[in-house]
């Protein structure tokens, strides 16, 4: 009979524990969300100190919150804080290989630091299965710039810009989606992003109507 007592008692008091836990962990991870919500409001603001204080509030709050850290080391990049943004984005990259935007940031950091050696090689691991994203072709000009290889910079660039032109019809399906479910404006803004990245002259006012065209037949 005691033992049955016993068992039921530890029982019990791991229910308590496991609730008490899951309730206290769910707390603070929304917690942390408002603390990273005002991190990126003064992020906005190119306030970094405080936004710096939010951010790693949220992070000391819900240690797998990887977006707060990769925020963490953009407000440490913006705040020539070059040595410990590059660990935090190098961590995050090696955690979350499909994390591209924390690939991208590492190499940034290397590049600017003058390790160009790592950051060629993580370039060139990155192109090997991601050829479609023009900030690598522009990353490489960039180490091209430090290198003062015009050609290769020049090449790069042009390999960007094509990646940019290719966007340009994303950025119409995207207004027509928004025109689509009535909100102009918005359509507005993705028709003068597609303006700015296409290869062609037409103009803001040439799409808009066109896309008015569209709605009315």
């Not at 049955?4 to 962990?25: P, W």
């Not at 995050?92 to 090689?121: M, Q, V």
Request: charged share 25%.
């Amino acid at each position: 009979m005691r033992t049955f007592n016993t068992i039921n008692f530890i029982h019990v008091v791991l229910s308590v524990s496991i609730c008490f836990y899951s309730c206290d962990g769910k707390a603070n991870r929304i917690e942390a969300e408002k603390a990273y919500i005002a991190a990126v409001d003064a992020y906005e603001d190119e306030q970094y100190a405080g936004s710096l204080e939010h951010v790693r509030h949220a992070i000391k709050l819900d240690r797998n919150f990887y977006q707060a850290s990769f925020l963490e080391g953009k407000i440490l990049f913006f705040s020539g804080e070059m040595e410990q943004a590059q660990k935090i984005f190098s961590k995050l990259s090696s955690r979350y290989p499909a994390f591209i935007e924390a690939k991208i940031w590492n190499i940034r950091c290397l590049i600017i630091k003058g390790d160009l050696e790592t950051a060629k090689k993580l370039l060139d691991k990155e192109l090997s299965y991601n050829q479609t994203d023009w900030r690598i072709y522009s990353l490489y000009s960039l180490v091209a710039q430090k290198e003062n290889n015009y050609e290769e910079r020049l090449a790069m660039n042009r390999k960007a810009e094509s990646m940019l032109t290719d966007s340009a019809g994303v950025y119409i399906d995207m207004a027509i989606i928004w025109r689509t479910i009535g909100l102009k404006d918005r359509a507005q803004i993705y028709l003068k992003k597609a303006q700015i990245v296409s290869d062609s002259n037409i103009s803001i006012s040439e799409l808009e109507g066109a896309l008015n065209q569209l709605f009315q037949e």
